[in-house]
């Protein structure tokens, strides 16, 4: 393995643990905060997160001919996903905008495979069964008797559209990645997101909601589970491609369980755990395929 894709591996690996805490540090704060204020004021401290790393870079440095890719992901992974998110979750119940957000890591893979030309051999999609079942496994309970019913209600629908807008953003964002410097795009990315979301929060005479003793838990929050992590994210999609950083991803579910257990005291059960079990395999599995990465997701 390559000292490139041991930091794209390492990379995932951390932004799946900064995102597993996301749930567990929001839930306070949104108790007492509109979901769509704390999306504005999460994707703008995820830009300012940007600016001690991009202080190097001059400019804007993106080229005329990148201005489109960069528009499209900002359309759809920082405007119209939260959008359709935010207003999904209005119309449907909070355990099943849980269980179908998973449902981002599969549209990305699908998306790799067919639209993107991403490869794995007959390791790598074994690793790739694992990881969804855990997947699975964690975000229903093993209970599935309503689960397809209730995909019918509009919410719900809205919930798997804001799902495959990210999608679409992330393996857009692999391309851009390689063009355009991570931390700015990172910066991009927030700023613009957060920058609407104010505005149509603003516009809709949302309060602000957020009281001090709150205020560093959107810290962690909007400055290391979007802002850091995502810096980790591209840089682990520029090195290991988006399959292998999408399945790693996933395990940010694993984290988030012992977070919630550890801070939240939540109960684990049985199910969660062999899910636990299920995912690391498949991250072994993907970890130790001997297949060499596409050159495109290569750095030397």
């Known amino acids: 393995m390559t000292k490139s894709a041991r930091i794209g591996y390492a990379s995932a690996t951390l932004c799946a643990i900064m995102v597993g805490s996301i749930s567990t ?4 704060v949104l108790s007492n905060t509109n979901p769509l204020m704390y999306g504005a004021l999460v994707y703008l401290l995820a830009a300012i997160s940007s ?18 890719l960069v528009l499209a992901i900002t359309a759809s992974g920082s405007i119209l996903a939260p959008s359709l998110f935010f207003t999904g979750l209005q119309q449907t119940t909070a355990s099943d905008t849980a269980i179908l957000s998973n449902s981002e890591t599969i549209f990305t893979v699908l998306f790799a495979i067919i639209f993107f030309k991403e490869k794995l051999g007959a390791r790598g999609y074994i690793a790739a ?28 629908i809205l919930i798997i559209l804001s799902m495959a807008c990210w999608a679409l953003d992330n ?13 700015r795009l990172v910066q991009i990315k927030g700023l613009i997101g957060g920058t609407t979301l104010l505005v149509f929060a ?11 003793l709150e205020i560093p838990n959107l810290l962690l929050v909007g400055l290391v589970g979007f802002g850091i992590a995502l810096y980790l994210f591209l840089h682990s999609l520029r090195r290991i491609g988006t399959v292998r950083t999408m399945l790693i991803y996933s ?9 919630a257990a550890i801070f939240l005291h939540e109960q684990i059960g049985w199910y969660q755990v062999l899910a636990v079990g299920l995912m690391l395999t498949g991250i072994f599995l993907i970890t130790g395929e001997n297949q060499d990465i596409e050159k495109a997701t290569r750095i030397n």
Not at 202 to 212: D, E, H, K, M, V
């Open 51 to 68: 600016v001690p790393l991009s202080l190097k870079v001059r400019g804007l440095q993106i080229k005329p001919r990148d201005w489109p």
């Open 25 to 28: 540090a929001s839930k306070p």
């Open 251 to 259: 395990t940010g579910t694993i984290f988030g369980l012992l977070f």
């Open 171 to 183: 393996n857009m964002s692999k391309i851009a990645a390689q063009r355009i410097d991570i931390s």
């Open 202 to 212: 603003i516009s809709s005479r949302i309060p602000l909601g957020i009281t001090p």
């Open 129 to 156: 069964t694992f990881v969804f079942a855990g997947v699975l496994i964690v975000t229903t309970n093993l209970q599935f008797s309503n689960f397809f019913v209730d995909l019918k209600k509009e919410g719900n």
